[in-house]
């Protein structure tokens, strides 16, 4: 029997996707995944995450990001800790769970980002309402997803790596007409 080795690939090709008026469409490379979701309460969970990893228990719809990595709130009772292998005694206050290459990550940025999310996320993305470092469970376009603020005018989203060519394609057709709108 032939000796095989499976390992986790990213579903799509990182790098640019496209470019148009200074707004970008770029797949973000893969990284560690780890789904949490603690066991009698979240207080033990957010002290051993403090403590191995420098980050923060979001709160409801925000991140947390240290030189430990990222965490984001996911849903009910649910975080996502990214970048980083949690740590051994993690597992003793929360079910973990590796969703590394489950899901496919994109990174839209520029002046027109908002404009082409709005197109098709039924989020209210204006800064007063989506914040830097705010994250919601959402759609987009009919596919769950998770949306993060990152900056000004950058988001990045997150759906299932099945979804990733589908996501990719409702962005560039977004990005292109919102671009043709502003004559661009």
């Not at 769950?144 to 990733?164: I, K, Q, Y």
């Amino acid at each position: 029997m032939a000796d095989v080795t499976l390992s986790a690939q990213n579903a799509l090709p990182q790098g640019d996707v496209i470019e148009r008026a200074g707004t970008a469409i770029r797949v973000l490379p893969m990284q560690q995944m780890t789904s949490m979701m603690p066991g009698a309460g979240a207080d033990a969970l957010a002290t051993v995450l403090m403590d191995e990893h420098g980050l923060a228990l979001p709160g409801v719809g925000q991140t947390s990001t240290s030189a430990g990595g990222r965490c984001l709130w996911f849903g009910h009772r649910q975080y996502l800790l990214i970048g980083v292998s949690p740590a051994h005694s993690l597992s003793d206050v929360a079910a973990l769970t590796d969703q590394s290459d489950g899901w496919s990550t994109v990174l839209l940025e520029g002046p027109l980002a908002r404009d082409v999310l709005a197109r098709l996320c039924p989020l209210d993305l204006r800064a007063a309402h989506f914040a830097q470092g705010a994250v919601a469970r959402t759609e987009i376009r009919h596919m769950m997803a998770c949306v993060t603020r990152v900056s000004e005018d950058g988001f990045r989203l997150m759906v299932f790596r099945s979804m990733a060519e589908t996501l990719l394609d409702e962005l560039r057709h977004g990005l292109l007409s919102c671009a043709a709108r502003e004559n661009l």
